[in-house]
């Protein structure tokens, strides 16, 4: 799941509440049409202030993580009210924002770890649990009905465990191992209900949570991988097969935790770095590679914009056709918001400028 995510028409991401983003704690599904590359609420109502349930981008959270299902042609969004009456929900959408449908709300205890679309019909959602009266914690899967909501819980496993992908009938999972400090794949069969490991290797292993040196895309797995003292490869693994193709052999490496592999757009992979061994915020610096995932072609992203007193690197979002949006800046826009005491007050909000380059 993410907070941003592409369909075949358009991109979508969830923000901070566009109307009283200081005070609510709620949000709105932005979306930017890639013939436009003008970001709107999705929301068809031209006198709409997109601030209550009557506004289809609108929800009561504050934070949300949105996914598709696998033909990318309905809508998921997975967000928290933030209060302890209120649990994380699951949501299900047309693409234009219409035909909201309430899936699922967490149980006392109960949170949203993972969601993925399989290539059928159903979702797969990872709950993290938390016994009240023993302090245990761990994590269940849930199979939903994205028609009905129907949600059956599978089994219950490891919190040290996260959910990655699904293909054909597979889920792909990957695990911190303590033990033997080794980051391991594995498979589990939603027909024969069985296990099976399909890759490990070495590493600084992180939490599940922190886990960004690997991206999944069907059945492959890309993962960024320490080679050398300061270098680094990216490896393909069939995920049916266990085989490992080294894509690309001599990037930096830096330590687990300036890593991020994200993004597979044109065929390509994307991997960002960071070197903070100077331990001093003004002089880390910032890589951003694009890795072919059939040949191994590494090119350099240089592409900028200044960012206050920092430079961010041009972020491609989606593709479309020919084309890619990006965003190549941020702007400052004035809005009217609404304080605690009911008070109308004038501000400005941080948004993307985008481009289709």
């Not at 072609?297 to 690197?313: A, C, K, R, S, V």
């Not at 593709?319 to 004035?334: A, I, N, W």
């Not at 809005?335 to 007050?345: E, P, R, S, W």
Request: hydrophobic share 35%; net charge negative; charged share 20%.
């Amino acid at each position: 799941m993410d907070m941003q995510i592409a369909s075949q028409q358009g991109f979508y991401r969830y923000s901070a509440s566009i109307s009283d983003a200081s005070e609510s704690g709620s949000g709105n599904i932005l979306y930017t049409d890639f013939a436009s590359a003008t970001e709107i609420a999705l929301c068809s109502r031209p006198d709409c202030r997109h601030s209550d349930e009557s506004c289809t981008s609108w929800f009561p959270f504050r934070g949300g993580k949105l996914f598709l299902n696998a033909d990318r042609t309905v809508l998921f969004l997975v967000g928290s009210a933030g209060s302890p009456e209120s649990g994380d929900q699951l949501w299900r959408m047309n693409p234009d924002g219409s035909g909201r449908t309430l899936l699922y709300e967490c149980k006392s205890g109960e949170r949203f770890s993972d969601a993925v679309a399989s290539d059928g019909k159903d979702i797969y959602i990872t709950l993290s649990t938390l016994n009240v009266g023993n302090s245990e914690s761990g994590q269940k899967l849930m199979r939903i009905d994205p028609e009905t909501g129907e949600a059956v819980e599978l089994f219950s496993f490891s919190s040290l465990k996260a959910l990655m992908s699904a293909f054909d009938d597979r889920l792909v999972f990957w695990e911190k191992n303590e033990y033997n400090a080794m980051m391991e794949y594995s498979l589990y069969s939603l027909s024969s209900g069985e296990w099976s490991e399909v890759y490990s290797y070495p590493a600084e292993v992180k939490a599940p949570e922190q886990g960004v040196g690997a991206y999944p895309d069907g059945a492959y797995l890309y993962i960024f991988a320490q080679s050398g003292e300061w270098q680094a490869e990216v490896r393909k693994l069939d995920i049916r097969t266990g085989s490992v193709q080294t894509l690309c052999t001599g990037l930096p490496y830096f330590g687990p935790d300036s890593i991020f592999v994200s993004g597979l757009i044109n065929g390509k992979i994307k991997v960002t770095l960071a070197d903070t061994r100077a331990n001093d915020p003004a002089l880390i610096e910032h890589y951003c590679y694009w890795i072919d995932c059939e040949t191994g072609e590494l090119t350099e992203n240089t592409l900028e914009y200044p960012l206050g007193e920092i430079t961010q690197f041009v972020a491609v979002l989606a593709e479309y056709e020919d084309s890619f949006l990006v965003q190549r800046g941020v702007e400052y826009v004035p809005v009217m918001l609404t304080g605690t005491d009911g008070t109308a007050y004038e501000s400005t909000v941080e948004t993307p400028v985008y481009a289709m380059i």
